[in-house]
């Protein structure tokens, strides 16, 4: 049978026997959306707000330990730039965001939600980064300056050589960045891997149609 | 202002509203699923309908938006879903003046339908709904040379499965 056949019968399909009131659809239009660019977006606003949070609520006796050091206006100068991008973060994800339209074509609408989640990516490269390139700077004033680095580590004046307490100090740190990278890397893979499987694959499905010629 | 917008959108969708039955019915394998994306449909096409001008037609307007909420922004409901469902649900349309040849024939359209992946979907769904490829292209965002060929595809996957 060919399609044409089927195409008729189509044609001729009834009407739903369960067509919604007016009373139904006022309800539903008034209802709570669900879509996939909604949870990139609370996803999103959680991300960012966790970077100003951990900023927060860091301990002052962490950040003492930099003042014998004099990274404190490092530090500072360094926490102002920090707002800075966030808060230009935040416009160019919110401005992404409602640029979201479901009247646009497919394309073009998946296009725009790709670019909300891709904002979200490039600020926790930009943490990511960020938080590297700190590392090292602090890492190389405390290393440079060793006896107060180890007076910083070893402030009951153990009994502790001095190297193997410097390595040791350097190893807890590169296994505590690993782990971060991990539990950011299975938070991304749930989160967002579920959350936009189907949209991915439709993207490309559509995206190869471009290269058809 | 307000008021009369509403009453405007609720005439115009009721009177459209199966198209987006339809649309339900090819991305959805069950009920629950069905009307899940049929409530997301109607919030989309309200959140937008200020914008709508009415220089095209509501029902075009209808059909661009379902498809797109139905392949980019609909989140797959969790609860989990019966296969079983699928003969019984799409097809609970009046029979009356319908005869059982068509209605087979129906009963297997939509279940060749569901094998296709989303894109195919909706190009199948635009040519049984006699769409013209101007509009299908304007709707997926696609030039008309790609929607031929990508059309042509799509109704060779369909066949196979409806022939095989």
Redesign the interface.
Known sequence: ???D???K??????????????ID??K??????????K?VFILGVLELSLGICLNLFIPDSYIDVYSDFNLIGFLNYYMILSYIIIVLFLILFYKNYKAV??????????TK?LRVRKTVKYYVYYNLIGAFILIIIINSVMFSNKELFAKTLNPNNLEVDINTLMSGALIIQIIGALMVLLIIWLFYKVTYGT?LK??N??YK??DS??H?? | MQKDLESKFLLDFEQNQNIVHKVCRIYTTNQDAHNDLFQEVVIQLWKNYSKFRGDSKFSTWMYRVALNTAISLYRKSTRSIKTQDIDNFAYKIKSSEYDDTEELQLKSLYKAIHELNDIDKALIFLYLEDKPYKEISEALGITQVNARVKMNRAKEKLKNILNP
């Open positions: 049978m060919d399609l056949t089927y195409k019968t189509w044609g001729n399909q009834p009407e739903e026997t369960n067509s919604v009131s007016k659809i006022y539903m239009a008034h209802s709570k959306s669900s879509s996939v660019v949870w339209s479901a009247v646009d074509n497919t394309k073009k609408l998946m939600i959350l189907k949209l694959k439709n499905e559509l149609l471009e058809l010629k």
